[in-house]
């Protein structure tokens, strides 16, 4: 890559974070601005990324993404909705992932199980930071928005064993697969969960006797992120799990004082976001248009649809929301950069392998960009219009404002 394609990068990254709350509230989307970037610096001058450089940056945002997201969601702080998580992360997602991969084995039989797999289980993760415009629309009752934040922020880390997992069974042709795979889990847990919570026992004792620098307590969470996955993968566990369980070990066990240190991390993760959308743009939309069928378009529009809001009506079954908050709920499931990242890392892992199931993430995630950019505000302002009538309806309950998590991921108004 030439000094002048760092420069245009360099360049819309200031420009973005200069702009971000102007564009974003024409729904000018990071997602948007920066695939936009990546696919014209790839037509101009053959300006793409190696390999290596998409491999690192894809692992290392991951990493910082789940282990941020995880760290920010404090069990103590979801118990008057605990159940309807629950039932959305436990019962909804494995649905979402389930009939994801069901329709992808129906409409594309060539690529087998592992890549239905595949295709389900990285397109069943949501991105709240693609409509955020309707995360900080005051229309939408804070308890529903939340609810869409919190589920935002843990589906990807749960979803992120069964991403593995296919990508194994493809890399080896399903050949002992699902218990190495497992067993990686397994390590990937243990780590996590002893990294982040002794990790976060120590900052806590170390910041209350006054032997922590202020400045570098934040770069030390961000170390301990990353010192979860390598410990992990060196030990031939799953670092992704490691990072995740490590980032919900270090969030319930450093204590509140600890938590304002969280967005050095998101903060961290979000620049390295954006530069991960602009690799999406340059090495993966235009093969993926090129390889367009109706076949593709049709997964994508029933992904964005039945096969997200299916699972979060049934798991909403008996919890007293209205039909018209489930419905806003399911429709509101953008496919963004824990989808993007998944891609990549199958690229990256299984090459040419990986092409069909990459064309089918790519077009569906282009898709949700735009359906979901364009439709956040007229639709929670139409949502909170029918509330506004139905004053009484449970949903409309007052809530604590939900936390909108960082830069890009979880994009701040």
Wanted: with cysteine.
């Amino acid at each position: 890559m030439s000094m002048a394609a760092v420069a245009v990068i360099a360049g819309a990254i200031f420009l973005w974070g200069a702009f971000s709350a102007r564009l974003q509230h024409l729904d000018v989307t990071a997602a948007i601005m920066f695939v936009t970037t990546g696919a014209l610096l790839a037509s101009i001058g053959d300006q793409r990324p190696t390999a290596e450089t998409i491999k690192v940056m894809a692992e290392v945002t991951l990493v910082l993404v789940l282990f941020s997201d995880a760290a920010r969601v404090r069990i103590a702080d979801l118990r008057a909705d605990l159940g309807l998580y629950v039932r959305l992360l436990g019962v909804g997602l494995p649905l979402t992932i389930a009939l994801g991969a069901g329709a992808a084995y129906v409409m594309f039989p060539d690529g087998g199980v592992w890549a239905a797999l595949l295709i389900g289980a990285a397109l069943a993760p949501t991105d709240a930071a693609l409509g955020a415009s309707l995360m900080s629309n005051p229309a939408v009752p804070a308890r529903i928005r939340r609810l869409i934040n919190v589920e935002s922020g843990l589906n990807d880390g749960i979803a992120t064993p069964f991403v593995m997992l296919a990508i194994a069974g493809l890399s080896s042709a399903g050949h002992g697969a699902p218990l190495d795979a497992l067993t990686e889990l397994a390590l990937g847990v243990l780590v996590g969960a002893g990294a982040g919570g002794v990790g976060g026992e120590l900052l806590r004792r170390a910041r209350g006797r006054g032997w922590s620098a202020e400045g570098f307590a934040g770069p030390a969470v961000l170390g301990l992120a990353l010192c979860a996955y390598a410990t992990a993968v060196a030990v031939d566990g799953n670092g992704f799990i490691a990072a995740f369980v490590g980032g919900a070990a270090f969030g319930n066990l450093s204590g509140r004082e600890n938590e304002r240190l969280v967005p050095f991390v998101e903060e961290s993760g979000g620049l390295a976001s954006l530069i991960v959308w602009l690799m999406f743009g340059a090495v993966a939309v235009v093969p993926a248009v090129e390889d367009l069928t109706w076949q593709v378009l049709g997964y994508a529009l029933l992904s964005l649809t039945a096969v997200r809001m299916i699972p979060v009506a049934l798991a909403c079954v008996g919890t007293g929301l209205g039909r018209a908050t489930i419905a806003f709920t399911g429709w509101f499931g953008p496919r963004g950069l824990a989808s993007v990242i998944f891609a990549l890392l199958a690229l990256e892992e299984l090459g040419t392998a990986a092409g069909p199931a990459l064309t089918v993430i790519t077009i569906t995630v282009l898709l949700s960009v735009v359906a979901h950019g364009v439709t956040a505000g007229p639709l929670a302002n139409r949502y909170g219009t029918h509330l506004a009538a139905n004053v009484a309806a449970p949903e409309h309950a007052p809530a604590p404002e939900p936390r909108l998590r960082a830069l890009t991921r979880r994009g701040r108004p």
